[in-house]
């Protein structure tokens, strides 16, 4: 059904919102400063960040939405207040053959376990594969990232791929799992 | 001389992109107003990208956008715009988006996109202006059919949303058409 | 030392990026070969076009990638490319692999299966990589065989990750460890 008024962007605690290029900044610079939120959010080596940097880092992003055409990209902010809690993207998409990654993370350490990523992701599918009409998408996870194994298979993602021992920190080897899912088994999940 | 600008409840105007940027942020966030106006995926851009998007239109020689803001109260509801695809065919596109639903509905439209027309056959000495919608877009039809716009055309599931196919349709005005409904008004 | 870039029946040398670019543009006439190497739409090419391409791969000279051409022993042909890509800023040593023989008529001799072994030895006792991963289309079942010859695993599918033909098929993923490939010279 095609359902032009149920907002794309607002869920009961949370919104998805642009960047701010004022306030975001310095937030995000604390976080790249939290190894084990970059831990879990991202696979290259962690790497704090001056805001002076991060600023950099939305140039490009805005430029790679601009050029590219294949990365969407949201804030995550509280709808009391609209302070920035998190991240939310689809990125690598491959239009001809219908494939997206997601990526999402809660970045300040008080917004998580309050059942945020679900609402966030909830939103993220809703776009790829009502919006962008996506086939697939797909997540790829390290191992050893509890919470994100546990909200997407609560969301029905299927396990698709294990690279074995991809990656190695903390002095130990990890395998990093794809996770996938159907626009249809979405649309399944959503009308049951 | 009359005031091109100025209709019976809007009035056409200049507006300043940090202005621009800021209301478009805010109105972007309306999923039903961007489905109705927009073909492109929902985003939500920086107010910063906007007002460059805003700015580099405004260079663009082919580009007439306007702001829209209210007779009564000076509120800025919406934008619209002609884009000429063609000088020498002297053939424009129409744009329009209220971004501020409280004013759909009410006329408000239909005046800015009967300054935006007026402004394109008066003051750019357009031959024909053209433009596209959503086919589950009724009150826009209604509204451009009130002005003169005849229906020329349907492409089929050009749209996809929430996996549902759906039309275009096209509709155009000629210029002695609109001079002739203006003789008559 | 042994010579890490030679093989049996080819040798891997430096990219000469007019001669590739000329070979892919050439090559890009052939859909079936770009429907086995390649997600993306099968696209006309020209020679100039392609050329830019690996001008552009040679500016950036990126440490991470190792652009090859394969070349056969016996008189130096052209036969085809494979790259090595290492993913994540060196950080976790996993990298990825493509591999290419252009000619039709080259397919089925070994030129590949020799071409990946060069590459592998080169992975692991040359840039000490800890995994090299590869992807592989379902409906490729020849690739597939030789990589398997070679030592990579299955380590699962992405479903329905292409559409060609109207049909969906999915992208296989395998993967090899330096253990698994230190198993097998032994």
Redesign the interface.
């Known amino acids: 059904m095609l359902d032009i008024q149920t907002q794309l962007f607002e869920a009961t605690d949370i919104r998805f919102g642009p960047i701010d290029h004022e306030t975001h900044p310095e937030i995000e610079s604390k976080w790249t400063h939290d190894a084990e939120f970059m831990r879990l959010l991202d696979?290259?080596?962690v790497r704090p960040l001056s805001p002076a940097m991060i600023k950099k880092q939305y140039e490009a992003i805005e430029k790679e939405i601009e050029e590219d055409k294949n990365l969407f990209y949201f804030t995550i902010r509280a709808r009391e207040d609209d302070h920035l809690i998190g991240k939310a993207m689809v990125e690598w998409i491959?239009w001809?053959?219908?494939?997206g990654f997601i990526r999402l993370g809660i970045g300040a350490a008080e917004d998580r376990r309050k059942g945020y990523g679900s609402q966030a992701l909830h939103m993220l599918l809703r776009y790829a594969f009502g919006e962008l009409n996506l086939?697939?998408v797909?997540a790829v996870v390290p191992a050893y990232n509890e919470g994100a194994l546990r909200l997407f298979q609560k969301f029905g993602f299927?396990?698709?791929?294990?690279?074995?021992?991809?990656?190695?920190?903390d002095g130990q080897?990890w395998d990093l799992i794809?996770f996938?899912l159907?626009n249809t088994e979405w649309q399944d999940q959503a009308r049951a | 001389m009359k005031d091109i600008y100025r209709g019976t409840l809007v009035r056409l105007c200049d507006e300043s992109p940090e202005i621009m940027a800021k209301a478009f942020a805010k109105w972007d966030r309306d999923t039903e107003q961007h489905r109705l106006a927009d073909s492109d995926p929902a985003m939500l851009l920086s107010e910063k990208k906007i007002k460059e998007i805003v700015e580099k239109r405004a260079e663009n020689k082919q580009s007439a956008p306007f702001s829209i803001r209210t007779l009564a109260e000076d509120k800025l509801i919406g934008g619209v715009g002609l884009w000429v695809h063609s000088w020498s065919h002297s053939d424009a596109w129409l744009g329009i988006s209220i971004g501020d639903r409280e004013y759909w509905g009410k006329g408000y439209g239909t005046d800015a996109m009967r300054l935006m027309v007026q402004y394109g056959f008066i003051e750019l000495n357009l031959r024909r202006i053209s433009l596209g919608l959503h086919a589950y877009n009724e009150r826009a039809r209604k509204s451009y059919e009130k002005i003169g716009f005849k229906m020329e055309g349907r492409t089929r599931g050009d749209g996809l949303r929430d996996g549902v196919r759906f039309d275009s349709l096209w509709m155009g005005i000629l210029r002695e058409e609109w001079l002739a409904a203006q003789e008559l008004a | 030392m042994k010579d890490i870039l030679k093989g049996n029946t080819v040798r891997l040398s430096a990219m000469n990026h007019e001669e590739i670019g000329q070979a892919m543009s050439a090559q890009a006439r052939d859909s079936e070969l770009m429907r086995l190497m390649s997600?993306?739409?099968s696209r006309l090419h020209s020679a100039k076009t392609s050329v830019k391409f690996f001008e552009k791969m040679i500016e950036k000279n990126s440490p991470a990638e190792y652009f090859f051409s394969i070349r056969a022993l016996e008189d130096d042909r052209l036969l085809g490319d494979i790259n090595l890509d290492v993913i994540?800023?060196w950080?976790?040593?996993?990298s990825f692999v493509g591999l290419g023989i252009y000619d039709r008529a080259d397919w089925g001799k070994g030129y590949g299966t020799d071409a990946m072994q060069i590459t592998l030895r080169f992975a692991f006792t040359e840039l000490n990589l800890?995994?090299v991963?590869l992807t592989v289309f379902e409906y490729n079942p020849r690739a597939i065989r030789s990589y398997e010859k070679v030592g990579f695993?299955h380590?699962?599918?992405?479903?329905?990750?292409?559409?060609k033909d109207g049909k969906?098929w999915d992208m296989f993923?395998m993967?090899i460890?330096h253990n698994d490939w230190k198993e097998l010279q032994k």
């Open positions: 696979l290259k080596p491959d001809t053959n219908g494939n086939y697939r797909t299927v396990e698709e791929v294990r690279r074995r021992q991809a990656l190695n920190r080897f794809s996938g159907l | 997600t993306s739409p994540n800023n950080s976790s040593r996993d800890h995994r991963t695993k380590e699962g599918r992405i479903r329905g990750g292409l559409i969906r993923f993967g460890l």
